[in-house]
Protein backbone atom coordinates (compact mmCIF):
# COMPACT_ATOMS: atom_id res chain seq x y z
CA UNK A 1 0.00 0.00 0.00
CA UNK A 2 3.01 2.44 0.29
CA UNK A 3 3.04 2.72 -3.87
CA UNK A 4 -0.25 4.53 -3.69
CA UNK A 5 0.77 6.96 -0.31
CA UNK A 6 0.11 4.62 2.29
CA UNK A 7 -3.02 5.33 5.15
CA UNK A 8 -2.82 8.93 2.93
CA UNK A 9 -3.32 7.33 -0.53
CA UNK A 10 -6.41 6.82 -2.15
CA UNK A 11 -8.08 4.17 -3.50
CA UNK A 12 -9.94 4.41 -7.01
CA UNK A 13 -13.70 3.41 -7.50
CA UNK A 14 -13.30 -0.72 -7.71
CA UNK A 15 -9.31 -0.59 -6.37
CA UNK A 16 -8.43 -0.15 -9.63
CA UNK A 17 -4.83 1.06 -8.77
CA UNK A 18 -4.35 -1.66 -6.42
CA UNK A 19 -3.04 -5.41 -7.72
CA UNK A 20 -5.68 -8.72 -6.94
CA UNK A 21 -3.64 -9.55 -4.07
CA UNK A 22 -4.29 -6.14 -2.48
CA UNK A 23 -7.68 -6.33 -3.24
CA UNK A 24 -8.04 -9.64 -1.99
CA UNK A 25 -6.57 -8.72 1.08
CA UNK A 26 -8.81 -5.86 1.80
CA UNK A 27 -12.36 -7.99 0.74
CA UNK A 28 -10.52 -10.11 4.20
CA UNK A 29 -10.60 -7.36 6.21
CA UNK A 30 -13.56 -6.04 5.68
CA UNK A 31 -15.00 -9.79 6.99
CA UNK A 32 -13.41 -9.43 10.00
CA UNK A 33 -14.96 -5.61 10.56
CA UNK A 34 -18.24 -7.35 9.83
CA UNK A 35 -18.10 -9.53 12.40
CA UNK A 36 -19.48 -11.96 10.09
CA UNK A 37 -21.20 -15.81 11.62
CA UNK A 38 -20.76 -17.64 8.56
CA UNK A 39 -17.62 -16.68 5.86
CA UNK A 40 -18.11 -18.17 2.20
CA UNK A 41 -13.99 -17.50 0.55
CA UNK A 42 -14.28 -18.47 -3.21
CA UNK A 43 -10.55 -18.28 -4.05
CA UNK A 44 -10.19 -15.49 -1.74
CA UNK A 45 -6.50 -16.18 -1.24
CA UNK A 46 -5.65 -17.44 -4.46
CA UNK A 47 -3.41 -14.33 -4.95
CA UNK A 48 -1.43 -14.03 -2.19
CA UNK A 49 1.29 -16.48 -1.19
CA UNK A 50 1.70 -18.99 1.41
CA UNK A 51 2.72 -16.93 4.52
CA UNK A 52 0.01 -13.87 3.87
CA UNK A 53 -2.46 -16.62 3.17
CA UNK A 54 -1.62 -18.03 6.49
CA UNK A 55 -1.43 -15.01 8.08
CA UNK A 56 -5.14 -14.18 6.64
CA UNK A 57 -6.47 -17.13 8.09
CA UNK A 58 -5.46 -16.77 11.27
CA UNK A 59 -6.78 -13.31 11.67
CA UNK A 60 -9.78 -15.29 10.61
CA UNK A 61 -9.53 -17.52 13.32
CA UNK A 62 -8.66 -15.45 16.07
CA UNK A 63 -11.17 -12.21 15.37
CA UNK A 64 -13.79 -14.70 14.30
CA UNK A 65 -13.85 -17.82 16.23
CA UNK A 66 -17.02 -19.22 16.24
CA UNK A 67 -17.73 -18.11 12.71
CA UNK A 68 -18.30 -21.13 10.50
CA UNK A 69 -15.94 -21.29 7.54
CA UNK A 70 -16.11 -22.06 3.92
CA UNK A 71 -13.35 -22.22 1.28
CA UNK A 72 -13.50 -23.12 -2.03
CA UNK A 73 -9.81 -23.52 -3.32
CA UNK A 74 -8.16 -25.37 -5.90
CA UNK A 75 -4.73 -24.48 -4.05
CA UNK A 76 -3.63 -26.76 -1.58
CA UNK A 77 -1.48 -24.43 0.97
CA UNK A 78 -3.96 -23.78 3.99
CA UNK A 79 -5.96 -26.97 4.00
CA UNK A 80 -4.89 -28.20 7.51
CA UNK A 81 -6.33 -24.98 8.63
CA UNK A 82 -9.64 -26.80 8.17
CA UNK A 83 -11.97 -28.97 10.01
CA UNK A 84 -13.06 -31.23 7.18
CA UNK A 85 -11.82 -31.22 3.93
CA UNK A 86 -14.37 -32.38 1.32
CA UNK A 87 -12.64 -33.17 -2.25
CA UNK A 88 -15.40 -32.94 -5.70
CA UNK A 89 -14.69 -34.06 -8.72
CA UNK A 90 -17.19 -33.59 -11.82
CA UNK A 91 -19.74 -32.25 -9.40
CA UNK A 92 -19.72 -35.14 -6.97
CA UNK A 93 -17.90 -35.33 -3.89
CA UNK A 94 -15.12 -38.23 -3.82
CA UNK A 95 -13.61 -37.86 0.01
CA UNK A 96 -14.29 -35.99 2.88
CA UNK A 97 -12.57 -36.04 6.26
CA UNK A 98 -10.20 -34.26 8.73
CA UNK A 99 -6.87 -32.52 6.49
CA UNK A 100 -4.42 -35.05 7.87
CA UNK A 101 -6.20 -37.98 6.31
CA UNK A 102 -8.24 -36.47 3.41
CA UNK A 103 -6.90 -38.42 0.15
CA UNK A 104 -5.54 -35.09 -1.60
CA UNK A 105 -3.94 -32.82 1.45
CA UNK A 106 -2.94 -36.37 3.09
CA UNK A 107 -0.88 -36.74 -0.11
CA UNK A 108 0.58 -33.22 -0.37
CA UNK A 109 1.56 -32.57 2.99
CA UNK A 110 5.41 -31.79 3.41
Do not use: W, Y
Not at 59 to 68: E, G, N, R, W, Y
Not at 70 to 97: P, R
Amino acid sequence: MTRIGGLDGQIEEGGKNLSFGERQIISICRVLLAKCKVVLIDEATSHLDATVHQRMMSLISTHLPTATVICITHVMHGLSDFDTVIEMANGKVVSEGPPATDSISHEIRP
